[in-house]
């Protein structure tokens, strides 16, 4: 079955870019399936951050829009996240998933990242 | 793009019936049958419960099911086990390719 690991940095100083990786196992990221990336601030609730297609078609959170880049590498199997300009309100475990028609499902584990000098 | 609207907790004792709401707007919940739903245990990642409203994925245990009525969805959990106790949050196809999450509700098992 389909399987996503999260992996990066879990440490990233305020104004600098944050960079995730997702590896997909178990599926050929170029078969087709949206991919995406979900956030979960400390104590807080889940923020869909963006799509993309296995194609590279991208669809961001409008409130994220200006800071985030989502890419696709099929020859590695994995997509991968950049947020730019981060402060502490960007501290917050990343999830990558699987978007299934209009669901994700499976979802990786999560990787906790925290902004502070 | 607003997060939908849960309520903060709900609570039950094992055995009872317990209802979550979820309410957007008719640019998400109320335009689209896509609303799924996902329970999340203390430091684990979510699980997809109910999809397209009303579906479950297989595995689930039929004790869940979802509706919707307008711009609200609501996710039923029957027969409540201790085992349910844990954050759930909707989520909605909010057009153009986009999706908004619940706000969450945390559910106590008394």
């Known amino acids: 079955q389909v399987q996503l690991q999260e992996s990066g940095p879990g440490l990233v100083k305020p104004s600098e870019t944050l960079s995730l990786t997702c590896a997909v196992s178990g599926y050929s990221i170029s078969s087709g399936y949206y991919w995406g990336w979900i956030r979960q601030p400390p104590g807080k609730g889940l923020e869909w951050i963006g799509s993309i297609y296995h194609s590279g078609s991208t669809y961001y959170n409008p409130s994220l829009k200006s800071r985030v880049t989502i890419s696709v590498d099929t020859s590695k199997n994995q997509f991968s996240l950049k947020l730019s300009s981060v402060t502490a309100a960007d501290t917050a475990v990343y999830y990558c998933?699987?978007?299934?028609?209009?669901?994700?499902?499976?979802w990786g584990q999560g990787t906790l990242v925290t902004v502070s000098s | 793009q607003s997060a939908l609207t849960q309520p903060a907790s709900v609570s039950g004792s094992p055995g009872q019936s317990i209802t979550i709401s979820c309410t957007g707007t008719?640019?998400?919940?109320?335009?689209?049958?896509?609303v799924s739903w996902y329970q999340q245990h203390p430091g684990k990642a979510p699980k997809l419960m109910i999809y397209d409203v009303s579906k479950r994925p297989s595995g689930v245990s039929n004790r869940f099911s979802g509706s919707k009525s307008g711009n609200t969805a609501s996710l039923t959990i029957s027969g409540l086990q201790a085992e349910d106790e844990a954050d759930y949050y909707c989520c909605s196809y909010a057009g153009s390719s986009t999706y908004v999450f619940g706000t969450g509700t945390k559910v106590t098992v008394l």
């Open positions: 998933a699987s978007l299934d028609s209009d669901w994700f499902d499976p």
């Open positions: 008719s640019s998400d919940v109320g335009g689209y049958n896509y």
